[in-house]
Structures are given as C-alpha cells and as structure tokens.
C-alpha cells in the first residue's frame, strides 16, 4: 500500500524543477490554444453574428462589462493568449482566456452544437488560474526580480501538483468515458455488433470523411465480427484500467502514449476532431529534464 501511495504522489513531481516544467507547460498550452482561436476557426459558424453574444447581459452587467460579440472576441482571444505566453499579468489573462473560451463554447451548446474537443480545456485552464504557473519565464517573474518586488516561490509544492492534477484529470476523462459506455449497454457494447454499427453510421451520416483506412477498417470489421468485438474490448480495457495502470507502471511516459495513439486512431478512422486535444498531453512531458540536456549544447 505504501508503495502504491508512494507512486501515486510521486514526490519527484514536488521537486523545484516542477515549476520550470509549469511554466514550459503554460508557454506551450497557451501557444497551441492561440493557433486554433487565432482565426476561431472551430467556431466560424458563431463570428460575424451581431445577434450571438457570448456573455450574459445580466454577467456584463453585473462585471460592468461590454457584452462580446462574435467579432470583438478575435481580438480579445489573441490578446488574453499572448499575454498568458508572455507570462504579462498571468492570472489575469488566464482568466480571460478561460472565460472566452468558457462563453465559445456556451454559445455553441446554445446554437444547438458540441465541440466535446474543447471541453476539457476550460479546467485545464483553471487549475492554471490557481497555481503559481508565471513563477518561471514570464514577463512578471522578471518584474519581481528586476525591481524586488515579492520573489516567486520557486520550489513550492504547488507547482507539481498542478501537474498531477493535470494528469488525473485527463486519465479521469477516459475512465469515465469507458464507464459511460457500459453504463449505457453493458456487455452488449463489446460483445455485440455495437462498434460496427457507429463505424458504418459515422460513414453514412459524414461521407465526406471517408477514408481508405476507414473504409478498409468498415469492411474488415464486417467481414470478421470478432474483429469489432476485440476492438470494443481494448477500447473499454484501456478506458476502464488508465487510473490502474497510471498507479502500477513505473514509466509514467507509457500510459499517456497509449491514450494519445489511441485518440490517433480514432481520428483517423472515425476523423474525430481531437487536435485542440493537444493541450492535455504537454503536462507530461518532463520539460525541465529536456531544457538542461540541451542547454550544454546550445
């Protein structure tokens, strides 16, 4: 039991060097997020409305706030996301950033339209909110240091648990994801013609994402049903065990691996859209370590 706890809370993630892999993490996060709302191209079907408006009259009124619109959120996306890649009033552009994004997506379930890609996002977001993620290459640590102003906490724990949340949060997401899927039928989701049929329907209902890999996977999974069944079954014992198996291997890079090349195939064949999905992985990468093999050499 102590070991598992051990692995579980890992204390190299509470380690100083959390707060470099933090701030890496916030510079990258921030940057991918700024490539897909540069041109908001997800939801294009919102911008150029002067009828959408993407935060509440009484939540304006009440924060003494213009109500968006659809054009001015353009600017006001790229700017918050600059400043949260500058580390330039982090918590601030961190918030504006989550409430833009918070309100894109209200606006969109409202319009009658999901974008589960961008879910996830907003609590990513809001744990950055509440770290101390612009202690390490930011505009403002180099304020506090240039005029010695209140220094950053560079080896407080909460930099790494910033991280672990991260990670659980995302494990989380496809735990309950395979929970869902028996919730809703059982065995009946493995051990039946279940996933041959969402593969034919997703051709038939979007035949414009048709693939040759799509249309090989359709034919195989039609021809050998048992085929289907192995890959409902991995689906759901990937899914179901993430949690387990983050506790019990030791190389924490393996389990993260799995999720993103199975998201992969999935895209793929199904031509989900997981892209903005990105964002979730970069927490597990040990920046920090990569930054001081490098270092010598540049």
Known sequence: ????????????????????????????????????????????????????????????????????????????????????????????????????????????????????????????????????????????????????????????????????????????????SGLAKLRAAGLDWIFSDNLKNILAWSQLLSPDKKTPLSEYVIVTVVQYPYIGQLLALSTILLEITAPLLFILIPKKWILPTLLFGFQIINSLILKINFQPWIILYLCWIPWSDILNRLRPKI
């Open 1 to 176: 039991m102590k070991t598992l706890i051990n692995r579980i809370l890992n204390p190299q993630m509470f380690l100083k060097k959390s707060g470099q892999d933090l701030g890496v993490t916030r510079i990258l996060m921030f940057s991918v997020l700024l490539y897909f709302m540069w041109d908001i191209k997800d939801f294009t079907h919102l911008i150029g409305s002067d009828r959408t408006v993407f935060l509440p009259h009484c939540l304006s009124e009440a924060l003494c706030l213009p109500v968006l619109r659809g054009d001015d959120l353009r600017y006001h996306a790229r700017l918050f996301c600059l400043m949260a890649i500058l580390g330039l009033l982090t918590p601030l552009a961190i918030a504006g950033t989550t409430l833009i994004l918070s309100s894109l997506i209200t606006a969109n379930m409202a319009a009658g339209l999901g974008n589960h890609a961008y879910y996830p996002l907003v609590a990513f977001f809001l744990s950055l909110l509440f770290s101390r993620c612009g202690d390490h290459y930011s505009v403002d640590a180099f304020i506090r240091r240039r005029f010695d102003l209140r220094p950053a906490d560079r080896n407080q724990p909460l930099h790494g648990i910033t991280l672990r949340f991260m990670q659980f949060y995302l494990i989380l997401i496809f735990f309950l």
